[in-house]
């Protein structure tokens, strides 16, 4: 087991555990609170275990060696998992729309109670806690599912704090005598949803860009770039490709070598250029070199 598979197994299991706590202590203060903004926060979170477990399956598969049906490995498994907990995290903002419009149709007759108020606290503290530590693992072994994650944990927090002034209006208009503010509670809860599915919809472009085999960043095409440039024997390098597949790039180029070359010498400069990419960077997973014959300049 890798030290990356291992890593992103931890995040993930924080996350569960995190998640399984806040939502009992969210949903039973917002039941006994009678707060619609907590109950809402409180299914956020729950949805978000089921993100980590969508974590864990995709870096399960992803971590799987290649074989004859997947010669390039097992890669884009995280970033098929990465679309499903976009989705997810889509569907649970529609469903915290869907409970807060219907509070807005009942009507509000009693402010929130306090615990809502130390709950939103609470968890405000306790994901933005989760949220850093997730992403220094995600970005500490470059996993894309790990990181995706990580977001939907600061997501929790804006919901938090969107929730956590909601209550407080709702009860200050209350102590005021402003039943109108009573509304911000279950507004805050509509708040939390239009976050939620703005993130979620987010994630899930940023998935579908890397499924469609989009090219990888600009610094990586010309780290590549320079590192063929530099071996001896290339005389130029174009036609520069790399796409992501998960955790790892896949590239193909072209470079120029000497036309009175034999093919054995320009193969063993490919054969260099190869080498040198896998060694200089351990994101890539695969790479073809084309070799084109460039004229002399006498």
């Known amino acids: 087991m890798s030290n990356r598979y291992k890593t992103g197994l931890l995040g993930a299991w924080v996350g569960i555990i995190v998640n399984f706590i806040l939502m009992i202590i969210k949903g039973l203060a917002g039941y006994l609170a009678n707060s619609q903004a907590m109950i809402a926060d409180a299914l956020h979170s729950g949805a978000d275990i089921f993100v980590s477990c969508a974590v864990i399956i995709g870096m399960f598969i992803a971590s799987k060696p290649a074989d004859q049906e997947h010669p390039y490995g097992h ?3 995280e970033t098929i998992a990465s679309k499903i907990i976009a989705l997810i995290i889509v569907l ?3 469903n915290v729309a869907i409970s807060s419009l219907g509070v807005f149709f009942e009507g509000v007759d009693v402010p929130p109670g306090s615990m809502a108020l130390w709950a939103a ?16 693992l995600g970005e500490k072994v470059d996993c894309k599912v790990l990181l995706t994650s990580s977001w939907e944990h600061r997501s929790d927090v804006f919901s938090s704090v969107a929730a956590l002034i909601g209550i407080g209006a709702a009860r200050i208009g209350d102590f005021l005598g402003y039943p109108l503010f009573l509304y911000m509670d279950p507004l805050a809860g509509l708040l939390v949803s239009v976050l939620i599915i ?3 919809l987010r994630l899930a472009g940023e998935a579908a860009y890397e499924l469609m085999d989009a090219s990888a960043r600009k610094d990586i095409i010309e780290d590549i770039r320079e590192a063929a440039c530099s071996v001896e024997g290339v005389t130029e390098v174009h036609d520069v490709k790399a796409r992501s597949a998960g955790p790892y790039v896949l590239v193909d180029l072209r470079i120029g070598v000497r036309c009175d070359l034999t093919v054995k010498e320009g ?4 054969k260099k250029v190869k080498e040198g990419l896998l060694s200089r960077r351990d994101d890539i997973l695969e790479v073809i070199v084309h070799v084109n014959p460039c004229e002399i300049e006498e």
Do not use: D, N, P
């Not at 606290?121 to 220094?136: A, D, G």
């Not at 193969?267 to 490919?270: E, M, V």
């Open 75 to 77: 890669g884009k498994a």
């Open 92 to 94: 649970a903002g529609l």
């Open 121 to 136: 606290l609470l968890s405000i503290l306790v994901k933005e806690i989760t949220f850093r530590y997730t992403h220094y």
């Open 198 to 200: 703005r993130m979620g």
């Open 267 to 270: 193969h063993g400069i490919a």
